[in-house]
């Protein structure tokens, strides 16, 4: 379970990383398909970022297996790249949802 004030410092972000977009595109999308395609762009680069991880997870596994996690050095400092890259992607995925949901809310007359 993450830290009650970490959690607190993630939904900052993510109010911080929707009023950039905001600010940069406006408060919704133009359209159901453009918001979607943002969306599935911004999984997608979550997903190579744990692809990443997982690539590097092995790795680190096989060098434990044959004692020698000392040369894993480069590639554990790799993952915490990948997983803070991680972070920052889900924190865009949940300001695209919140921009998502506000498009919505304005073409379906706020009907939820």
Do not use: P
């Amino acid at each position: 379970m993450i830290a009650e004030k970490a959690t607190e410092a993630i939904e900052q972000a993510v109010c911080y990383e929707l009023q950039s977009i905001v600010k940069k595109y406006g408060a919704v999308y133009h359209s159901e398909h453009e918001a979607y395609a943002v969306l599935k762009e911004e999984i997608e680069e979550a997903a190579d970022c744990l692809d990443g991880i997982n690539k590097n997870l092995a790795y680190i596994w096989a060098l434990i297996k044959d004692n020698h996690i000392k040369k894993g050095y480069a590639a554990i400092k790799e993952t915490e790249q990948y997983a803070i890259a991680m972070a920052e992607e889900a924190t865009q995925i949940a300001a695209v949802c919140k921009r998502f949901l506000e498009t919505i809310d304005g073409i379906n007359g706020d009907e939820k």
